[in-house]
């Protein structure tokens, strides 16, 4: 049996590391996340370390483009941080947002009998969770998009994914040039909590995004709502019960008693098909994951 590394590399907190072991497509995957609490250089020696040692990274904490629908616009900071790789493939999980993300609302209705129509599903960033936002649109729920509120601290929630583009157009080439940390909590900053806007969370029956960006903002309780994420610890899970979540959604599987983000899942993929990503259609990834019978995990609090 072929037996495959992939790490995640990221800039987020190093209380949040783990490993696991997974069996795919006839390969023994070796997966660990490595968090480096937001230091850039210790991150960009981890990378130099990897380079050529493992079949893929994925890049956690971060994004390396801002995407919304057809816009892709790279982020100058973290490509200059990647930029150090020379064998190693990355990747930031995007193209699985984009496909698989967009795909689970319908598989949480015909497979968990979840109806969504009518109900209010806050995305804390559309930038970041577009494939969720437009899949949950699909399934006829009423949109609070975040991007201005939490990003920039515009007191505004857009309503229409058109107005998402229209404004990414005009966003993205400014936003891109901004460092990582100020597009989004590093280190130590990812354990701060600052509730913000907390009418829209009151508001809102589903909110969807980034576990911490939603950690960052959230209020102290959000009693009967849906929360559809990506990673999760054990803690995450027993504090969202405490603030009264009444289901916590992780759009990738549970893996050694933890869901890895879609980086990770995305890097594994890679590592399988042993191909470039760029060579990778977002159709074969969505194959993949029929084929693995890969689900979303649906967790009733």
Same mark, same amino acid.
């Given at each position: 049996?072929?037996?495959?590394?992939?790490?995640s590399?990221s800039?987020?907190?190093?209380k949040?590391?783990?490993?696991a072991?997974?069996?795919?497509?006839?390969?023994?995957?070796?997966?660990?996340?490595?968090?480096?609490d937001g230091d850039?250089?210790?991150?960009?020696?981890?990378?130099?370390?990897?380079?050529?040692?493992?079949?893929a990274?994925?890049l956690?904490?971060a994004?390396?483009?801002?995407?919304?629908g057809?816009?892709?616009?790279?982020?100058?900071?973290?490509?200059?941080?990647?930029s150090?790789?020379?064998?190693?493939?990355?990747?930031d999980?995007g193209?699985?947002?984009? #496909?698989?993300?967009?795909?689970?609302?319908?598989?949480?209705?015909?497979?968990?009998?979840?109806?969504?129509?009518?109900?209010?599903?806050?995305?804390?960033?559309?930038?970041?969770?577009?494939g969720?936002?437009?899949?949950?649109?699909?399934e006829?729920?009423?949109?609070l998009?975040g991007?201005l509120?939490f990003?920039v601290?515009?007191?505004?929630?857009?309503?229409?994914?058109?107005?998402?583009?229209?404004l990414?157009?005009?966003?993205?080439?400014?936003?891109?040039?901004?460092?990582?940390?100020?597009?989004?909590?590093?280190?130590?900053k990812?354990?701060?909590?600052?509730?913000?806007?907390?009418?829209?969370?009151?508001?809102?029956d589903?909110i969807?995004g980034?576990?911490?960006?939603i950690?960052?903002?959230?209020?102290?309780?959000?009693?009967?709502?849906?929360?559809? #994420?990506?990673?999760?610890?054990?803690q995450?899970?027993?504090?969202m019960k405490e603030?009264?979540?009444?289901?916590?959604? #992780?759009? #990738?599987?549970?893996?050694?008693?933890?869901?890895f983000?879609?980086?990770?899942?995305?890097a594994i993929?890679v590592?399988?098909?042993?191909?470039?990503?760029?060579d990778?259609?977002?159709?074969?990834?969505?194959e993949?994951?029929?084929?693995?019978?890969?689900k979303p995990?649906?967790?009733?609090?």
């Amino acid at each position: 049996m072929k037996e495959k590394r992939v790490v995640s590399a990221s800039l987020g907190s190093s209380k949040r590391n783990h490993r696991a072991e997974v069996e795919l497509l006839g390969c023994r995957v070796f997966i660990e996340r490595i968090g480096v609490d937001g230091d850039k250089k210790k991150f960009v020696e981890l990378l130099q370390s990897l380079d050529g040692k493992v079949d893929a990274i994925g890049l956690g904490g971060a994004d390396l483009y801002l995407r919304a629908g057809p816009y892709h616009y790279e982020v100058k900071d973290v490509a200059r941080l990647v930029s150090v790789l020379r064998e190693t493939p990355i990747v930031d999980g995007g193209e699985l947002k984009d #496909t698989w993300e967009r795909e689970v609302p319908r598989y949480l209705r015909e497979s968990e009998g979840i109806e969504f129509k009518g109900k209010t599903a806050l995305i804390m960033s559309g930038m970041d969770r577009y494939g969720l936002a437009e899949g949950l649109h699909q399934e006829g729920c009423n949109l609070l998009i975040g991007d201005l509120p939490f990003a920039v601290g515009v007191p505004v929630a857009l309503r229409k994914l058109g107005t998402l583009r229209f404004l990414s157009v005009l966003m993205m080439p400014v936003l891109r040039r901004l460092p990582i940390d100020v597009l989004y909590p590093t280190g130590e900053k990812q354990e701060e909590h600052q509730p913000r806007f907390s009418g829209y969370f009151e508001k809102a029956d589903i909110i969807g995004g980034d576990f911490l960006y939603i950690w960052r903002f959230m209020p102290d309780r959000l009693p009967g709502k849906m929360i559809i #994420t990506n990673t999760v610890t054990s803690q995450d899970i027993s504090e969202m019960k405490e603030k009264g979540v009444k289901v916590l959604v #992780t759009t #990738t599987p549970e893996m050694n008693n933890r869901s890895f983000g879609t980086n990770v899942l995305q890097a594994i993929f890679v590592a399988v098909l042993e191909k470039k990503p760029e060579d990778i259609k977002p159709e074969e990834y969505l194959e993949l994951m029929k084929e693995l019978n890969i689900k979303p995990r649906v967790i009733k609090l």
